[in-house]
């Protein structure tokens, strides 16, 4: 089971986390600062895997973003490799050669297709197709409610002029 995931930029900024297993913030902060300085001292040649305490550190670099995850020590570091290359493809799939800045400025959108693709710590949906759709579906469900949104404040200000 994965226990998190983090996603940061070279320069150390995070950008997004997912806990799958509940801690304190302090201990997240400190589990966070102390990952993020090992994985960016190390260099690039070297192996994606680091045991680490009681788990198993599995990265992968993405242009400036590093994607990083720590599983059980029996789990397979190969399947959460691809498990991180899927949610690359997802994103690269709907942002479109997806960015830093994608990730910065669409923070909830990351986030909800890092929930399509995983819960609880495992796979949910393995299928990128249906995932999508799941996107897909949500994005017009917002589109929807922007619209009926708008609509009521245009009849509530329409209703004040006469």
């Not at 929930?115 to 995932?131: A, F, H, Y």
């Amino acid at each position: 089971m994965m226990q998190f995931m983090l996603l940061f930029s070279r320069q150390g900024k995070l950008r997004l986390q997912k806990w799958f297993v509940a801690h304190p913030d302090k201990v997240k902060k400190k589990i966070t600062r102390e990952l993020i300085t090992m994985i960016l001292g190390r260099k690039p040649k070297m192996s994606s895997f680091i045991e680490w305490k009681d788990l198993k550190i599995v990265y992968k670099r993405y242009a400036s973003l590093y994607f990083c995850c720590a599983i059980d020590e029996n789990d397979n570091e190969l399947l959460t490799l691809e498990i991180i290359h899927r949610y690359v493809e997802l994103l690269d799939k709907y942002f479109g050669s997806v960015c830093e800045l994608d990730i910065i400025f669409n923070f909830e959108k990351a986030y909800f297709i890092l929930d399509e693709l995983m819960l609880g710590g495992e796979i949910q949906e393995t299928s990128k197709k249906n995932v999508l759709k799941a996107i897909a579906a949500q994005d017009l469900l917002q589109e929807d409610e922007a619209v009926e949104g708008a609509l009521r404040e245009i009849g509530r200000n329409s209703s004040r002029i006469f």
